[in-house]
């Protein structure tokens, strides 16, 4: 099967750091090409993989001081949006698999290839709901089936949950004494009452995670000032091998949302590596985490707090078991491919 992989530019495809959707892209592309797929990656210039790329940009766009402003960011995306359409009309596949958005929607009828569209955000916020609802019969792929409640009636082919590449990740059977927080600090990630948990506990809790530009306010006011150096200590961003190390040592993965978490690539990566979660029943949790078994879904923090005393019952083994059985990246490339071909025989 010959497939366009459409990928953000934000990113370099692996992210360096922090990408979520850029690491769910080249676990994607490198399963499919040892499936013997033919596939062409569309993403930044800096991007390594065993596809063939096509740059859109020389490099991620984060690397650019500029195009870092706020106000350049939907304008480049446009720019790159173009781009793609372009050599998308230039060249022919059995499929175009799209992982940027709305925009390659917007655009849809510059396109005859048969395209499907992976949701990696929530479906919960106004402008998307508007251009996702015009849009409402075009092929769509959830990350969760809770992804999908604000917006059922769009045309989804199937759930397929994201994936990891086991063999990149290490099982660590016993852990140090801290907590770990993983992700963004931003408000939906709960890095604050991340703090408040392990301080009412009474436990160290080590913190690594991206401050983007639109959460720069929020981390300086309401994040930094709790963070001690102590009890609470920040790291910033981390690549993969510091990401093992600091969820590998960890007795859990404090993790207490705020949002409807479309799916949370953090839950899946401790639990490969044997470390368990803590966080809230929102989103896509009861789908990734089993309450008692790979960690504990709470109600609110008052729980969270009763359940760090007793984290070291979870089998550690058995988070490790779990993730390996249900969100690989062969499982998660065998998922598209069935996407494809139904999106192929649909057109």
Known sequence: MKIAMLAPSEEPVPPVKYGGTELVVY???????????????????????????????????????????????????????????????????????????????????????????????????????????????????????????????????????????????????????????????????????????????????????????????YFKEQVEPLIDGEQIKFIGEVDHAGKLELLGNARALLAPIQWEEPFGLFFVEAMACGTPVITMNRGSVPELVINEKTGFICQNEAEAIEKIKIIDTIDRKACFDHVNANFSSEKMAEGYVAAYQKAIETK
Not at 75 to 101: A, C, E, M, R, S
Not at 153 to 175: C, M, Q
Not at 182 to 205: C, D, F, N, Y
Request: with cysteine; net charge positive; aromatic share 10%.
């Open 27 to 217: 676990n994607l592309c490198e399963q499919l090409v040892k499936m013997g797929h033919d596939v062409t990656l569309l993403a930044s210039g800096d991007s390594k993989t065993s596809a063939k790329l096509v740059p859109i940009f020389d490099r991620a766009l984060r690397t650019d001081p500029e195009v870092n402003a706020l106000d350049f960011r939907d304008v480049y995306k446009f720019i790159g949006t173009g781009k793609v359409i372009d050599y998308l009309q230039k060249n022919k596949f059995d499929v175009i698999h799209n992982h940027i958005g709305w925009r390659i929607l917007a655009m849809s009828q510059l396109i005859d290839t048969p395209t499907v569209t992976t949701l990696h955000g929530p479906l919960d916020i106004a402008y998307q709901q508007k251009v996702y609802g015009m849009f409402k019969d075009a092929n769509y792929i959830s990350i969760s089936n809770s992804q999908r409640k604000p917006m059922p009636e769009l045309n989804f082919l199937a759930t397929v949950y994201n994936g990891l590449d086991i063999s990149r990740f290490k099982f660590y059977p016993e852990a140090k004494d801290y907590f770990a927080f993983l992700g963004r600090m931003s408000p939906e990630k709960g890095p604050v009452q991340a703090i408040q948990i392990a301080r009412a506990a009474g436990v160290k809790l080590v913190m690594a995670a991206k401050v983007d530009k639109v959460d720069e306010k």
